[in-house]
């Protein structure tokens, strides 16, 4: 794709607050000249938003507001006048009930703060899970000119010789206890060891699977999503970012020259060579929505069919983002996809330019962690979409993270109403369950919990791990992090709160995953199935007030990306009627 620069210089959309004599322009000027800025800074230089996710509630993104100074320093050095705005930071690590329910009025507050500020141009300073979906959403609803820099994964941790990855560690040593294998007292030494720099997860997780799709789509500049948190490189990059948006600002190059069909092709390919999070296809699904892209469970399932997995880091292989960027980081990745005729190469970057001629000369550092084709972890490492009746419009499985054997499986059904179910039933040793079962978890969808929380993955009954057992295959209509792993079909749909299917399995039913054939199949008759619907009543908790209603009055499906229905499409950024 050819990108045609718009002419320069132009009125921009700053002036309308700070160009100009008339008393509503020195009232907009004369209050912001109290932080010592001189006159000539608001001449019609480009105003760049810095939009900081940081928050000392939101550990992976502490360091964030010093990687902001290096930013403004580009933005400075480029000809830009730049604007620190702190905004909603939902962080993974505290809140409650799940990140996931305050994904979109993240997005909705930040997209507001675009669009009712004078900025011209916005840096998205993003780590932590959440927050690199809900800017970009905000960004696509406004249309202005915007640039990711994510804050870097940390360093790798280490306990008694062994490499430990964040959270899919914590899963493992976990079921360790449980299993007997692991003593109380050990599990708490090794905490010290998984979070020990700064940084998002250091495996390739939801974080990392983001920074990832933000490259992949070409939101980043080229190599940002693998340096490290603590590496000065992250800093360097911060620092390129701020220039790069002011030249962006001046092209008028907009999220919607570069968020097309075309990137979002690409993005789900990467996710299917790195191993992605299975959350990338819900924050996919809900930023297409907001640029007015069509993409569907479909596209998901047509991309990523015959993608390999080559990235071997964890949960589904044995190395960690660290490594990952001395091989070569994502650039290595998108390159093999061209050379493979997986990229759509003439897609348009921040760079300006095509992501194929970002990526074409760049060279793999390390074969075992950037693993050649015939080598992969595994031939097919797209997310896999299943329909059937008990799926009617989807569910997915991440084939990478799943146990081959578990792929084609009938087994009886152990249904938990809802999570505080299964935590009180789990552990009890008198419950009807073993390696060959299906565990059944209902009311944990976008309306159902509310909000879709993390807790897909299930963890085994103690009395199957003590046998071994390392996994059994597992429903539900929630979503699992992405540090996790296992047999795990995710996201169903219609979920069980809003009368799908799930909502009507019973402890006894036979369930059928066929994952080659992208089959997920309750064996009971139609009828049965029809009368049992009929008969339903929801009984998961609702809200009266708050956002907690507006969420659950207003959420989509999983299916179409679980955002707000009111705030789907791209409502830009016009300048609205000064008030005084």
């Known amino acids: 794709m050819t990108f045609k620069p718009a002419k320069w210089p132009r009125k921009l959309r700053s002036q309308a607050w700070y160009g100009g004599t008339s008393r509503d322009v020195i009232y907009h000027r004369g209050w912001l000249k109290n932080q010592g800025h001189p006159h000539d800074l608001f001449d019609g230089r480009p105003v760049i938003g810095i939009l900081n996710t940081w928050s000392d509630l939101t550990p992976c993104n502490g360091h964030l507001r010093e990687l902001a100074e290096k930013v403004k320093a580009g933005v400075w050095e480029a000809g830009g006048f730049p604007v620190e705005v702190p905004v909603f930071s939902a962080s993974e690590n505290t809140f409650r009930p799940t990140a996931m329910m305050f994904r979109n009025l993240a997005a909705m507050s930040i997209e507001e703060q675009m669009r009712g500020q004078p900025i011209d141009g916005a840096v998205l300073l993003v780590g ?101 948190a603590v590496d000065s490189r992250r800093r360097v990059m911060a620092q390129l970012s701020g220039r790069r948006i002011v030249q962006m600002v001046k092209d008028d190059l907009k999220p919607s020259d570069i968020m097309t069909k075309a990137a979002f092709e690409n993005a789900i390919r990467t996710n299917g060579a790195i191993g992605g999070s299975t959350n990338a296809v819900i924050h996919l699904l809900a930023i297409a929505g907001r640029v007015g892209i069509d993409l569907t469970l479909d596209d998901w399932d047509r991309c990523g069919r015959g993608v390999a997995t080559i990235v071997n880091l964890m949960p589904s292989g044995k190395y960690l983002m660290e490594e990952f960027f001395y091989a070569g980081g994502l650039p290595v990745v998108l390159k093999r996809l061209g050379e493979a005729g997986l990229l759509n190469k003439e897609a348009l970057t921040v760079s300006g330019g095509a992501i194929w001629d970002e990526v074409k000369d760049v060279v793999n550092w390390n074969d075992d962690v950037i693993l050649p084709l015939e080598k992969a972890l595994t031939q097919q490492g797209g997310i896999a979409v299943l329909k059937g009746n008990l799926a009617p419009k989807g569910a997915v499985l991440k084939p990478s993270a799943a146990s081959e054997h578990l792929l084609v499986h009938r087994g009886r059904a152990v249904v938990f109403e809802d999570i505080d179910d299964y935590k009180a039933r789990i552990e009890d040793d008198a419950l009807d369950i073993d390696e060959t079962c299906v565990m059944v978890l209902k009311n944990c969808g976008p309306k159902g919990y509310p909000g879709m929380a993390e807790v897909g993955n299930m963890g085994l009954p103690p009395k199957v791990l003590k046998k071994g057992i390392t996994d059994m295959v597992r429903i539900s209509d929630a979503r699992m992090s992405g540090t996790a792993y296992g047999t795990v079909v995710l996201h169903t749909s219609p979920e069980a709160a809003a009368g799908g299917p799930l909502a009507v399995v019973k402890t006894g039913d036979m369930i059928e995953l066929d994952v080659p054939n992208r089959r997920l199949h309750l064996d009971i008759s139609d009828a049965e199935l029809a009368e049992r619907l009929a008969a339903w009543k929801p009984g998961h908790e609702t809200a009266d007030s708050g956002y907690a209603w507006l969420h659950q009055a207003h959420v989509e499906g999983a299916d179409t990306g679980a955002d707000l229905g009111f705030l789907k499409g791209c409502r830009g950024a016009p300048v609205g009627k000064d008030s005084h």
């Open 128 to 228: 932590c899970d959440k927050t690199t979906p809900s800017l970009l959403m905000a960004a696509a609803s406004t249309d202005i000119p915007s640039i990711v820099v994510t804050g870097g994964p940390m360093l790798n941790g280490y306990f008694r010789g062994e490499r430990v990855g964040s959270g899919t560690h914590l899963w493992k040593f976990s079921e360790a206890v449980k299993a007997g294998e692991m003593t109380q007292a050990e599990f708490l030494e090794a905490e010290a060891s998984m979070s020990r720099s700064s940084g998002t997860c250091n495996t390739m997780g939801t974080a990392s699977t983001m920074a990832s799709m933000a490259e992949a789509l070409g939101m980043a500049l080229s190599g940002n999503a693998a340096i490290p």
